[in-house]
């Protein structure tokens, strides 16, 4: 649904777009690509497919991420949760937290993709 989604944004940017149904995909990925990538949209309850070494949750994916030095924006979605959620994925260096509005997404990936000082800014979307 979110790959549709960035299709269908109308202000002039083209996308490719990687995609993984679970965190080990999702690592091997970014590894790949050398973490190479300008943004990355990423589920809280993503799966983890049986790896006992991983725990599997978004959070903890993002945490990897930022371990490894790595300053790409990264939007949080999930349905909306406690304040706490969301004040962790903005410790761990979560760019946004977007909660069940994909209309609030084409704003969040402008924003994200055209700040001078990409991951850096801690916003969230309005309730």
Same mark, same amino acid.
């Given at each position: 649904?979110?790959?549709?989604?960035l299709r269908a944004f109308q202000?002039?940017?083209?996308?490719?777009?990687?995609?993984?149904?679970?965190?080990?995909?999702?690592?091997?990925?970014?590894?790949?690509?050398?973490?190479?990538?300008?943004?990355?949209?990423?589920?809280?309850?993503?799966?983890?497919?049986?790896?006992?070494?991983?725990?599997?949750?978004? =959070?903890?994916? #993002?945490?990897?991420?930022?371990?490894? /030095?790595?300053?790409v924006p990264v939007i949080m $979605?999930? &349905? %909306?949760?406690?304040?706490?959620?969301?004040?962790?994925?903005?410790?761990?260096?979560?760019?946004?937290?977007?909660?069940?509005?994909?209309?609030? =997404?084409?704003? #969040?990936?402008?924003?994200?993709?055209? /700040?001078?000082?990409?991951?850096?800014?801690? $916003?969230? &979307? %309005?309730?």
């Open positions: 649904m979110l790959t549709e989604c202000h002039g940017h083209a996308y490719e777009i990687a995609s993984a149904h679970n965190v080990r995909d999702a690592l091997a990925i970014l590894l790949r690509a050398g973490f190479g990538f300008d943004l990355i949209l990423l589920e809280v309850h993503i799966s983890w497919m049986g790896e006992r070494d991983w725990p599997g949750h978004g =959070l903890d994916l #993002l945490k990897e991420i930022r371990k490894r /030095g790595v300053d $979605t999930c &349905p %909306p949760l406690e304040k706490k959620g969301m004040d962790e994925a903005q410790s761990a260096g979560a760019f946004a937290w977007l909660s069940g509005e994909l209309g609030e =997404l084409e704003r #969040l990936v402008t924003l994200a993709l055209s /700040g001078p000082a990409q991951g850096s800014s801690k $916003t969230t &979307p %309005p309730a």
